[in-house]
């Protein structure tokens, strides 16, 4: 996988006194760079193949839980779908961050990763699906901020509330729709199913009917 490393601190926006946040969260900048890292890693998914979803976790630093500049986070794993390269259907964006977060986790010695998970913001072009939605939730991950909808498989409302299932006892997702350019991620998926990818069966055409 090519990495996407975070920009150099000279190349990152200092601390503004007053900010402009993202979801009153993020500084609009800091926000636009962790967007374009997560396309950039749709953009390789659909280069090789993939339906173009790239994830970023990003973990939050600051006693105030903004992100305000340089020091109050860094990206602890990036990932994009691997389904097809892995022949395995669970091979998601998300799903390759966390267990590069779990081989972390096991290289630096850290056995309690409640802390961690829950500092996290998720960035990621589309909407998590049911099962990356219930995974982020029984983890303890607590901010989504997505692309666009996925209206197949979408587990922040579009097809199931997992998110903030009440009948679930793990703490809610507090999911931003339309947090990354949505546009930009409908454009990726529609190159990937109307024909550029490599993997998709040939469209049957229909024969138009005689009229007698």
């Known amino acids: 996988m090519v990495m996407h490393p975070d920009p150099m601190p000279n190349e990152r926006p200092m ?3 007053k900010p402009s946040l993202v979801s009153g969260l ?27 979803v790239g994830c970023v976790m990003v973990r939050i630093k600051s006693p105030s839980k903004l992100v305000l500049c340089d020091k ?16 395995n259907p669970t091979r998601h964006a998300e799903m390759e961050c966390i ?4 081989n972390w986790s096991k290289e630096q010695g850290i056995t309690d990763l409640k802390e961690i998970w829950s500092s996290l913001i998720v960035y990621v072009t589309v909407e998590p699906c049911i099962m990356c939605a219930r995974a982020l939730r029984s983890l303890g ?7 666009c909808p996925n209206e197949r498989f979408g587990g922040c409302s579009s097809v199931m509330n997992v998110h903030n299932d009440n009948s679930i006892s793990d703490p809610i997702i507090d999911c931003f729709p339309g947090a990354l350019n949505k546009s930009q991620a409908i454009d990726l998926l529609k190159k ?18 005689l009229v007698e």
Do not use: T, W
């Not at 267990?99 to 779990?102: A, Q, T």
């Not at 991950?141 to 692309?147: A, D, E, H």
């Open 15 to 17: 601390c503004n006194e």
């Open 192 to 209: 990937f199913y109307m024909g550029e990818n490599p993997n998709a069966p040939e469209p049957k055409v229909k024969k138009k009917r």
């Open 26 to 52: 993020v500084d609009v900048g800091i926000h636009l760079k962790l967007s374009e890292i997560s396309f950039n890693l749709a953009e390789e998914a659909l280069k090789s193949g993939e339906v173009p």
């Open 72 to 87: 109050d986070y860094e990206i602890i794993s990036q990932g994009r779908n691997r389904v097809n390269a892995s022949k």
């Open 141 to 147: 991950i607590s901010k989504v901020f997505y692309g």
């Open 99 to 102: 267990d590069r977060i779990l």
